[in-house]
């Protein structure tokens, strides 16, 4: 613990805000896409009533919580320039198609919304979205696979030596990999079960999502396990992290005790708490991974010092980014508070 | 097609299809927020109706402007990576800011458009006003990086890398007030007068439709100024790019040859193995007078550079002279709506002058798209000019036809169900 925080510097600091926006990404736009999980899966008599609650929770926010990505995006070629050189370097083509799904999903969720009010028109949009929805997640955990597992850094070395397959498919392509992206969507689908239950009006609905989140719990543990499983022979950072670092114990019960709440919240039906409860559960996940890797930024070829912007860019973008908390918290307040729904 | 090419065509694609959106982005809430305000002001229930129909159609561009938003800053780590580590410490500054510009518009853009019934009329006009002020800040800040490509500054090299770096000083460089005032008024100018043409067209069939006439008011009132003030804003680019990219200045008025009290060429075509520029009209003098506000000033031509740092010199002076000749009908045509607006004239009456704002509907994006072309094309073949060339930033990634074609059949989809959901909402009040 000790060596960790002496070697914290002002990139360190920086690479923290950058996971720190990631995890706003991740329990607000990440539900997002679960949303569209959900409405993909929509199921029994009150398949339209669920629809109508999922598009009405997520169309004043979606854009909004989008612009998280878009910040995590900016500040990793702002203050990490060569990480952010070699992800798209490597991996051009999962990018590539996630990008092709985020801009299916927001967009074919507002031709839904503003769209011709026919029916026909509507299921085709619906349907863009929620696929849209579904694929995109398992893209963005793909990406946060290969990274994890240093096939991007061993690969970034083969650049011009390795065929197409093994340079710019191979890294991406393993069994570890897909089970990230599956895990990711599990997790992502689970937020918004539990946000859908506190936002939902009436019982019935509430019921449906409560249903919908304790199978999604289910996933979530069986898509960990295989992520795990993979993760052995394929990402030993990963893995060592997990369970040799010192740090690692301390996690391991956070994360248990925030997943055991939660599923203990929904079967009671305290949906606030359990609201609470799943995000925390995420929040630790996405931070266990980010400090398995670390020193790495790209393991286990570039370290945060090695990849950071010289000293200047990365104070000033620091005093942006402070600067632009001041103006940001107090919005998001507001839009929230704005649209805060029945169970509040 | 070369890899180079293919990345190069991606991107003009790309940011070809976003720039249209974000113009509309920036404009269409400044109109949308004063239509609001004119009713909150009359109490007039067709300026509401307008407020709400303009709030419809920038819900639905804007979405579009933010998801080609999103793929352009992943599109430079995909396409350029090796700019990016080379640019990122300096461009990032400006990026990071309109992250938060952009950010602070998705927020009240929502407030607007969900909040009709649950907040206050005053707070719901200072969304909108909020929404319309970082529309316009994101563009500037977006510009900024643009004009640093143009005109770095805050740079120390040594041997072919960064030895320094004063991001302050890059953010304000040579090129930054002029492009960013030149794109502001650029996306005023066109979504103003291009919402101006659509309602002149619908009042030349129906001259007495109220909801127009007020669209019509208020489009002008956004548009009209921005393109006249626009020929000044460029006669200051002009004369920026030509102390600082003379060579991009030499490619846009096709001038071969060095030479003093230069003449001001309008139309022509150039004629790179010929050296000269053919069939233009020459004005004596015009265009010494022009970049330096002096008629015998010395002008560099082409051949004063070495000849692997000319651009594509043909789509460079067309494009110049296409953005010049389509600014220059919309300034005039937006001169006569407006002495007819002040002479407290009714506009639907002047048949032809309807007549001339349906015909130059879409000037301004074919405008700003030829523009873009002059600025961009203009710089190759830098990526940053004197410092990185684009050949040298491209991915090593093969086979960049393939994203390309994709990109581009996802961006010609997408403008085509854009077009479509756009004319069914004009078409819900024609």
Not at chain 1, 73 to 100: C, D, E, K, R
Not at chain 1, 253 to 263: D, L, P, S, Y
Not at chain 2, 206 to 235: C, E, Y
Not at chain 2, 412 to 428: F, K, P, Q, T, Y
Request: a positive charge; one cysteine or more; glycine letters at 8%.
């Amino acid at each position: 613990m000790s060596a960790l925080w002496a070697s914290v510097g002002l990139s360190e600091v920086v690479a923290g805000i950058m996971v720190l926006a990631l995890n706003a990404y991740v329990l607000m736009g990440g539900a997002d896409y679960g949303g569209g999980v959900w409405d993909l899966l929509a199921t029994g008599s009150r398949r339209d009533r669920q629809r109508e609650l999922i598009s009405s929770s997520i169309a004043p926010i979606w854009e909004a919580n989008h612009v998280w990505l878009i910040v995590v995006v900016v500040m990793l070629f702002t203050a990490f320039p060569a990480a952010f050189s070699t992800l798209g370097i490597i991996l051009h083509v999962p990018i590539t198609l996630m990008l092709v799904g985020i801009v299916l999903r927001g967009s074919a969720f507002v031709f839904r919304s503003y769209g011709r009010a026919n029916r026909a028109s509507q299921r085709r949009w619906g349907r863009t979205f929620s696929i849209a929805s579904t694929v995109t997640p398992i893209l963005l955990g793909i990406i946060v696979g290969a990274l994890s597992s240093g096939n991007v850094g061993n690969a970034a070395g083969r650049v011009g030596a390795g065929s197409f397959r093994d340079v710019f498919v191979a890294p991406w392509t393993t069994a570890y990999a897909i089970a990230v992206g599956l895990f990711a969507l599990a997790l992502f689908a689970y937020l918004a079960a539990v946000y859908l239950a506190v936002a939902a009006s009436d019982v019935e609905l509430r019921e449906d999502f409560r249903k919908r989140a304790l199978a999604a719990a289910i996933v979530v543990f069986a898509a960990a396990m295989a992520a795990l499983y993979f993760a052995r022979s394929a990402a030993p950072l990963v893995i060592f992290g997990l369970t040799g670092a010192p740090w690692a114990a301390v996690l391991h019960v956070c994360t248990a005790f925030a997943a055991i709440v939660a599923v203990v919240a929904l079967w009671r039906r305290r949906y606030r708490g359990a609201r609470i409860a799943v995000a925390a559960q995420v929040s630790f996940i996405l931070w266990g991974w980010a400090f398995a890797q670390y020193p790495f930024i790209v393991p286990s070829t570039l370290t945060i010092d090695a990849a950071a912007a010289p000293r200047i860019t990365l104070e000033l973008l620091l005093a942006g980014l402070a600067g632009g908390a001041a103006i940001l918290i107090p919005s998001l307040r507001y839009l929230f508070r704005t649209f805060a729904t029945a169970a509040e | 097609m070369t890899d180079l090419f293919a990345a190069r065509t991606q991107m003009a694609l790309s940011l070809g299809f976003h720039i249209v959106f974000a113009e509309i982005g920036i404009a269409m809430p400044l109109m949308m927020v004063l239509a609001e305000w004119r009713y909150r002001e009359t109490g007039d229930p067709v300026l509401l109706q307008l407020a709400k129909r303009w709030a419809k159609g920038s819900a639905i561009l804007f979405a579009v402007g933010a998801v080609s938003g999103t793929v352009l800053s992943f599109e430079l780590g995909l396409l350029w990576p090796k700019f990016m580590a080379f640019a990122g410490p300096i461009i990032g500054l400006p990026f990071s800011l309109e992250g938060f510009a952009f950010f602070t518009e998705a927020i009240f853009l929502g407030v607007y458009l969900y909040g009709w019934d649950r907040i206050s009329p005053r707070a719901h006009l200072v969304a909108g006003a909020i929404v319309a002020a970082s529309g316009a800040a994101s563009a500037i800040f977006v510009v900024m990086v643009n004009a640093w490509m143009n005109t770095p500054t805050g740079v120390t090299m040594r041997n072919g890398a960064i030895a320094g770096v004063d991001p302050i000083a890059g953010m304000l460089n040579p090129s930054t007030f002029q492009q960013a005032l030149h794109m502001l008024l650029a996306s005023y100018a066109a979504t103003g007068l291009a919402v101006a043409g659509i309602h002149a067209a619908l009042l030349r069939r129906k001259p007495d439709v109220a909801f127009h006439r007020r669209a019509l008011t208020l489009a002008l009132a956004v548009g009209a100024p921005a393109a006249i003030l626009q020929p000044l804003s460029g006669d200051i680019s002009a004369r920026t790019v030509a102390q600082w990219q003379p060579v991009k200045l030499a490619s846009l008025e096709g001038q071969f040859e060095t030479e003093r009290g230069a003449p001001l060429r309008i139309g022509g075509l150039p004629d790179v193995a010929a050296q000269r520029t053919r069939f233009a009209l020459e004005i004596p003098h015009g265009l010494s007078l022009l970049a330096f506000h002096s008629p015998s000033a010395e002008v560099r031509g082409l051949t004063a550079f070495p000849r692997d740092t000319w651009p594509p010199v043909v789509p460079v002076h067309l494009g110049f002279q296409l953005m010049v000749g389509l600014g220059t009908a919309m300034a005039l045509v937006s001169g006569w709506a407006l002495a007819v607006m002040l002479r407290k004239r009714e506009l639907s009456e002047r048949s032809r002058l309807l007549l001339a704002l349906a015909i130059i509907t879409p000037f301004g994006f074919v405008a700003t798209e030829a523009g873009w072309t002059v600025t961009e094309v203009g710089r190759q073949p830098w990526v940053v000019q004197g410092l990185l060339r684009t050949s040298e930033a491209v991915t090593p990634m093969p086979g960049l036809v393939v994203p390309m074609l994709l990109f581009a059949l996802l961006y010609l989809g997408l403008a085509a169900i854009v077009a479509a959901l756009i004319a069914s909402l004009v078409r819900e009040t024609a």
